[in-house]
């Protein structure tokens, strides 16, 4: 298989191999099966608390899908936690944040998904409401649960095709405050935010919702084939950064 290298960001999680329990680094294989349809070559990226090996991950892939999980610490942000506020993971949370910041700062292909919106918006000053009910789909493969209202004149209208997308919902926490250089080009019909650019690195897009899940449908794949379009620049520039690190 060729084709640019689109890293995945990872969550802990436990597996069972044979008779002991043991902790892992995964990505869910939605966006691993998104990221190969798209004519991307998938890897997970693991979870360090090194910035400089978060650096080099980021040199490493030529673009990077900033995954779903659990609910990003509140102290990130300068909040304690409400009583709404579920399971976090510290190490991920500081790990996807240098991630993002060196992604801004190289205009790395960068595709942030629900969880991965809010980690852009945090690590980038921004911050969260904790807790909003009535964002959870029965069926996150064939359900929609609302539509994002996206900006006519965005790259994102121009990907997907409409103005008014269909998505599904997973989610009780979202971007409340934008972070430096957020820019707000999608909301729901209430007004919460679905999509995020960033100025200056108009390569990275960030979205409340699950399109993985939805790959069957062309929209919101092309979101995936957007990433590796944009990916398929950066392959030179990857190899050239390896070369030096290698040299």
């Known amino acids: 298989?060729?084709?640019?290298?689109?890293?995945?960001?990872?969550?802990?999680?436990?597996?069972?191999?044979?008779?002991?329990?043991?902790?892992?680094?995964?990505?869910?294989?939605?966006?691993?099966?998104?990221?190969?349809?798209?004519?991307?070559?998938?890897?997970?990226?693991?979870?360090?608390?090194?910035?400089?090996?978060?650096?080099?991950?980021?040199?490493?892939v030529d673009g990077v899908v900033i995954s779903g999980g659990l609910d990003?610490?509140?102290a990130a942000y300068g909040q304690?936690?409400?009583?709404?506020?579920?399971?976090?993971?510290?190490?991920?949370d500081s790990s996807e944040f240098d991630l993002i910041r060196r992604l801004v700062d190289q205009n790395r292909p960068t595709l942030a998904i629900c969880r991965g919106i809010q980690s852009l918006n945090?690590?980038?000053?921004?911050?969260?409401?904790?807790?909003?009910?009535?964002?959870m789909c029965s069926d996150l493969y064939n359900d929609t649960a609302h539509q994002a209202h996206i900006e006519p004149d965005s790259h994102l209208?121009?990907?997907?095709?409409?103005?008014?997308?269909?998505?599904?919902?997973?989610h009780h926490q979202l971007v409340a405050?934008?972070?430096?250089?957020?820019?707000?080009?999608?909301r729901?019909?209430?007004?919460?935010?679905?999509?995020?650019?960033v100025d200056g690195a108009d390569r990275v897009l960030g979205v409340q919702w699950h399109p993985e899940l939805l790959r069957h449908r062309q929209e919101h794949l092309?979101?995936?084939?957007?990433?590796?379009?944009?990916?398929?620049?950066?392959?030179?520039?990857t190899a050239v950064v390896v070369g030096s690190a290698s040299s």
């Open 222 to 237: 092309a979101l995936f084939r957007d990433l590796v379009r944009s990916a398929e620049s950066c392959v030179a520039h």
């Open 188 to 197: 729901d019909d209430q007004g919460n935010i679905e999509a995020l650019a």
């Open 80 to 92: 304690e936690a409400a009583p709404e506020t579920g399971e976090t993971q510290t190490d991920r």
């Open 157 to 170: 209208a121009r990907v997907v095709g409409t103005v008014d997308l269909d998505v599904n919902s997973l």
């Open 177 to 186: 405050t934008p972070g430096t250089n957020c820019r707000v080009i999608a």
């Open 122 to 135: 945090v690590a980038l000053g921004g911050d969260l409401t904790q807790h909003i009910d009535g964002h």
């Open 72 to 74: 990003i610490d509140p």
């Open 1 to 60: 298989m060729t084709g640019p290298l689109i890293g995945s960001t990872a969550e802990y999680t436990d597996v069972a191999i044979h008779d002991t329990v043991m902790p892992a680094d995964v990505a869910t294989a939605p966006y691993v099966r998104a990221v190969r349809k798209a004519g991307g070559v998938p890897i997970v990226l693991p979870i360090t608390t090194d910035p400089d090996a978060a650096a080099l991950l980021a040199d490493r």
